[in-house]
């Protein structure tokens, strides 16, 4: 397996990103297409089109939103946890301070720059992104969904 980095980090399902939500985009396009190139059965072509859309968009937001939800409730506790192992007290007060996506990216970061770039997040406020980018030594998260 490759060594993960900012730039390899995210993950992609083949079958539902390079398959079905291909085909998906494809029968949309066709459906569109025989809109406005057949007269005849134009109702059926926009009825056609207007169910192969709900259907890609309830494949896009169902499976994002339970496997992003479980995902970040999952990280959230990482990071109370990792908090208490590194810091031996609770972090109420600060995961109130963060964001998600600070609490998200300092995931990537060994302890010694978790300690660094959680007091650059709380001092100054930094992106999630602008402390992924922060990381000299980047901590794989290989279990991402």
Known sequence: ????????????YAPHHFIYLPALLFLEGFGIYKIWN??????TWILFS??????LYLAI???????????????????RQRYFEIFNKRSDEVCEKL????????????????????????????????????????RPDNHRI
């Open 1 to 12: 397996m490759k060594t993960q980095n900012y730039s390899n980090h995210r993950k992609f």
């Open 38 to 43: 057949e007269e005849d059965h134009q109702l």
């Open 50 to 55: 207007a169910v192969i859309f709900l259907i």
């Open 61 to 79: 937001m169902i499976r994002q939103h339970y496997a992003l939800g479980n995902q970040n409730r999952i990280v959230r506790l990482e990071f």
């Open 99 to 138: 964001n998600f996506s600070q609490i998200a990216a300092l995931r990537f970061a060994y302890d010694e720059e978790f300690k660094e770039l959680l007091n650059k997040a709380l001092t100054e406020n930094i992106s999630g992104d602008e402390i992924k980018k922060s990381i000299k030594n980047w």
